[in-house]
Antibody, heavy 118, light 107 residues
């Protein structure tokens, strides 16, 4: 059974870079699309972007200028970097899996609350 | 961006009730529509994909239907564990978008 384990700091200072990693266990990172979703406190869900195991990406235009995703197939993990963060980036961040670019997300990580504060 | 509008945003119902949640898209979308259930403190859980396909392990009381711009999630007989917030998601166009959510509470 595939599981996603998230890691990264829960507190980031304004203007710094938010970095999160998602490690895939119980299965291979290959042949899947890996997305990041975030949820601001008490709010709905926002799609951040996806990375294919080959390294191709698709980002939300609203975040594209600050966003970088990467994948490490040897470690079975993928990562998110969001720079120049502000309080508006405070949210629970989830990593997810999809079988294709248009497929629903059947596996989710537990979520990481990232607070942007000095 | 494709906007998804869910209705109602809040629903009060009793155990055993039939519940229907609607998701309307701002433009015609294909069947790349999914439904998720989220309980407080937990990640969303996939219930329905491709508008009407039941995800493995999800009880058969959940069903999805619809096409074009209007889609529905139906719970045929509400159970205590179904009280949660439900979200629709479209993957027909990028960026992927979600509905605003429907919170189902105990009456």
């Amino acid at each position: 059974q595939v599981q996603l384990q998230q890691s990264g700091p829960g507190l980031v200072k304004p203007s710094d870079t938010l970095s999160l990693t998602c490690t895939v266990s119980g299965g291979s990172i290959s042949s899947y699309f890996w997305s990041w979703i975030r949820q601001s406190p008490g709010k709905g869900l926002e799609w951040i972007g996806y990375i294919y195991y080959s390294g191709s990406t698709n980002y939300n235009p609203s975040l594209k200028s600050r966003l970088t995703m990467s994948v490490d197939t040897s470690e079975n993990q993928f990562s998110l970097r969001l720079n120049s963060v502000t309080a508006a980036d405070t949210a629970v961040y989830y990593c997810t899996r999809g079988s294709d670019w248009s497929d629903a997300y059947d596996v989710w990580g537990p979520g990481t609350l990232v607070t942007v504060s000095s | 961006d494709i906007q998804l509008t869910q209705s109602p945003s809040f629903l009060s119902a009793s155990v055993g009730d039939r519940v229907t949640i609607t998701c309307r898209a701002s433009q015609v979308i294909s069947s790349y529509l999914a439904w998720y259930q989220q309980k407080p403190g937990n990640a969303p859980k996939l219930l329905i994909y491709a508008a009407s396909s039941l995800q493995s392990g999800v009880p058969s009381r959940f069903s999805g239907s619809g096409s074009g711009t209007e889609f529905t999630l139906t719970i045929s007989s509400l159970q205590p564990e179904d009280f949660a917030t439900y979200y629709c998601q479209q993957l027909d166009g990028y960026p992927v978008t979600f509905g605003g959510g429907t919170k189902v509470e105990i009456k």
